[in-house]
């Protein structure tokens, strides 16, 4: 077949600094069609700069159709969205997290045309890393992963980016907040403003990267063994979990996520402790495209310690828009679909009905079933 026809929704900073970019470096394969914001000035501008057509309502470009996919980059709970372009026939990329609670997604079938976009699974050093683990024994052989995040404000992060700001009014953004506090009450209950906000702000918003990480290489976490918060003045906090890996692995994990405004720098390690070494993966800020993951691989060869670096100029959002590209025209399942992201909207309600037993809140919903 030619180009994919693909419609985008909601163009802020990830549309403009990766997914136009790269959708027009991949001409081959892709073909916008369509895009929408709801601050409908926003969308015009790029529009017309693209050549395509311009929407602020998401329902009026789907009823206006034209395209083939939509890829999904609004802020927030996606899953009315998602929903509706689904039952539309539309094929669905859609930028994590899917939702914010299991409710959101009742009536999805599980072979549904959707695609979450975990992009640090398409990075190409973990994927080399999810191979060499294979070859010393798969999950079976982890006795440890840590997972540590050192973040930095967003501003700094894309500091070398010019994107244009989307700035809808308050009476058109209104609704989609009300649905996401529904979805929210939905998911935890009546709680306090705090832990909303770790819920969707932390850890749907930003954990939900490690704990995909770790679902591809190990599977979700069996347990849910210890939760810390603090500071208890500052948001976003600094969060640590830790528990037990899933069977077959006998292992531990351990999550350790902290907000530092002014640290210089993004920077994540992923580490996985088997039985024969070490694998570590140092992920940069995702927002600089063709900057490389880079892996360090530690092994021994006789008496004598190994050490061996990979880095891959590749870029992970590009093998990850080829992997849609793949889904659509050959069938070739995603590496997360429905049932990987309820997995993770799971494991963060957990964390959460985790931390309120530790800190004597309650909590309800479906966090408290």
């Not at 990830?14 to 369509?34: G, T």
């Not at 050093?125 to 060499?132: D, K, W």
């Not at 024994?137 to 404000?153: F, Y």
């Amino acid at each position: 077949m030619g180009a994919l026809k693909v419609a985008l929704v909601g163009l802020g900073v990830a549309a403009q600094v990766v997914y136009l970019p790269l959708l027009a470096r991949r001409r081959d394969i892709f073909q916008v069609s369509a895009v929408c914001d709801l601050d409908g000035a926003h969308a015009e501008t790029l529009g017309r700069e693209l050549g395509v057509r311009s929407y602020d309502r998401a329902m009026a470009m789907l009823e206006a159709g034209g395209f083939d996919a939509l890829i999904v980059l609004t802020p927030g709970s996606h899953g009315p969205l998602v929903k509706a372009a689904l039952a539309c026939g539309c094929w669905v990329l859609c930028e994590k997290p899917l939702a914010y609670s299991r409710a959101e997604l009742h009536g999805i079938p599980g072979d549904a045309r959707l695609m979450v976009g975990y992009v640090k699974q398409y990075d190409p050093a973990t994927q080399r890393l999810l191979s060499a683990l294979g070859e010393a024994g798969g999950a079976r052989a982890v006795r440890r992963l840590d997972a540590t995040v050192l973040h930095p404000s967003e501003e700094s992060q894309l500091l070398f980016a010019r994107a244009r700001v989307s700035r809808p009014a308050s009476e058109r953004l209104a609704p989609y907040l009300e649905a996401d506090d529904e979805a929210i009450i939905q998911a935890l209950g009546t709680v306090p403003e705090r832990l909303r906000r770790l819920y969707s702000q932390v850890l749907l918003g930003d954990v939900r990267h490690e704990l995909s990480v770790m679902r591809l290489l190990v599977g979700s976490p069996a347990t849910v063994d210890h939760v810390s918060v603090w500071p208890d003045d500052v948001f976003p906090p600094s969060v640590e979990v830790s528990g037990r890996l899933p069977d077959p692995a006998y292992g531990r994990y351990g999550l350790c996520w902290h907000h530092l405004p002014d640290y210089p720098v993004y920077r994540e390690t992923i580490a996985v402790h088997h039985d024969h070494g070490s694998l570590e993966l140092c992920f940069p800020t995702h927002y600089l495209l063709n900057a490389p993951t880079s892996l360090t691989v530690l092994s021994r060869a006789g008496t004598a310690e190994r050490t061996a670096a990979y880095r891959d100029l590749s870029e992970a959002y590009e093998r990850q828009l080829v992997a849609f590209h793949r889904f659509v025209t050959q069938d070739e399942p995603p590496l997360t679909g429905l049932d990987g992201a309820l997995k993770d909207i799971i494991t963060a309600q957990r964390i959460i009905r985790r931390h309120a037993e530790q800190t004597g809140l309650s909590v309800g919903g479906e966090c408290g079933e």
